[in-house]
């Protein structure tokens, strides 16, 4: 009888670890950032660039600069951040601008050291985008389960804003 009860205690136990670790395995999407009403550039130079691959052919292409607009930027072109190294290998980002606003975001690079960090980087991409742009800034929200590639993107990201002079 004693048996069959510690049998029993440790199938369960298992089977709860069982359970949370496919779901501790899902990658959680992470709320919007709340917009500021302030415009502090706030967490910039930050970057961990030490590759020098930075932005080939991209910086100020289609750079046309204001005209007759003051108090704002009115930049237009695509703009690559700088490639930013993580644990999990690198990642840089390029922005596509028009008369000073973020139009898209793409991800040039994301980490690839193997497979797990390959699938953590494609979901978290989308939804990284979607935050940039909504955002308008690298200020956003990591998602959870992609740390690494969340910093990499958002440092990169700021890169690349700073290059647009955004």
Do not use: H
């Not at 700088?82 to 040039?108: F, K």
């Amino acid at each position: 009888m004693r048996a069959r009860i510690i049998a029993g205690g440790v199938v369960s136990s298992l089977a709860v670890l069982v359970i949370g670790w496919q779901l501790g395995g899902q990658p959680a999407v992470t709320a919007p950032a709340q917009q500021s009403t302030t415009s502090g550039s706030g967490t910039t130079g930050t970057s961990t660039d030490t590759s020098g691959s930075g932005s080939t052919g991209t910086g100020t292409s289609g750079g046309t600069t204001g005209t007759g607009t003051t108090g704002g930027s009115s930049a237009s072109g695509t703009f690559a951040g700088d490639t930013t190294q993580t644990r999990y290998g690198p990642v840089q980002v390029q922005i596509t601008v028009a008369n000073g606003t973020i139009t898209d975001v793409t991800a040039l690079q994301l980490t690839n050291s193997d497979g797990r960090s390959v699938q953590i980087s494609q979901q978290a991409a989308p939804i990284l985008r979607q935050e940039a742009l909504q955002a308008q800034s690298a200020q956003i929200q990591s998602v959870s389960g992609a740390t690494f590639t969340s910093e990499g993107y958002t440092t990169s990201l700021q890169s690349a804003i700073d290059k647009a002079g955004l």
